[in-house]
């Protein structure tokens, strides 16, 4: 138990080194307007909720209880993205072959042939807020899918053409405090 607390210290600090940030879609006079960008289950959505996971068994309720991995943090933005996690290795941003917008699992870096890793700019306001914005080379779509996840998120890379229906987005950035789950 003692190199677990030790571990969670040493994490602690590490996490205190790093930028995290949320992602809000901005899209004026449309419903994809003011949305969270959401990681859930591989992919990326507007709205909704996260698929945070954190395994108690193993890192403790108490480290566990500051991660709730209901909402959806970033890290990184200049040229590759990272999601904010604590799990070790962390979780790489991808746009697969079939333009989804994707992440690697926790505890791999597998990310399938022909995916898109880099495009990335993530800039800052210079207004004293919090804000900023980030974009990817090509742009961001939204997609509609179901009444769960009503908006899935595509990155325009080569040879992907969105289908009728999805639209172009904004993303607006906000300086967050803490990665927001352990794993997702
Ligand atoms: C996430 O869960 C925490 C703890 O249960 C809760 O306080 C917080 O309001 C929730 N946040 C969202 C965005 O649902
Ligand atoms: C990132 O975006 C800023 C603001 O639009 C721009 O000035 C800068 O050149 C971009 N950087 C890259 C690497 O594209
Ligand atoms: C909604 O779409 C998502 C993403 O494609 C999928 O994972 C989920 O199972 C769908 N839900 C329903 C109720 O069809
Ligand atoms: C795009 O499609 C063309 C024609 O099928 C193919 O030659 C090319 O390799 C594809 N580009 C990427 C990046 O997959």
Redesign the pocket.
């Known amino acids: 138990m003692k190199s677990v607390a030790a571990f969670s210290t040493l994490l602690a600090y590490a996490a205190a080194q790093t930028t995290y940030f949320g992602v809000i879609s901005s899209r004026s006079a449309s419903p994809i307007h003011l949305l969270p960008l959401q990681a859930n289950g591989g992919k990326f959505f507007l709205g909704g909720t996260a698929s945070g996971y954190c395994p108690s068994e193993a890192i403790g309720d108490e480290t566990c209880a500051h991660y709730p991995g209901n909402s959806t943090t970033f890290a990184g933005g200049d040229?590759s993205l990272s999601l904010g996690v604590v799990v070790p290795g962390g979780q790489q941003v991808y746009v697969a072959p079939d333009g989804t917008l994707s992440y690697t699992q926790a505890h791999s870096a597998f990310v399938p042939e022909g995916s898109v890793r880099t495009g990335w700019?993530k800039?800052e306001r210079n207004d004293g807020s919090n804000l900023g914005s980030l974009?990817f080379e090509g742009g961001l779509v939204a997609c509609p899918r179901n009444e769960t996840q009503p908006w899935q998120v595509y990155g325009q890379i080569e040879n992907f053409t969105a289908p009728e229906g999805c639209l172009g987005f904004g993303a607006v950035t906000y300086t967050a405090s803490d990665a927001a789950a352990w794993q997702y």
């Open positions: 040229v700019n800039t974009s």
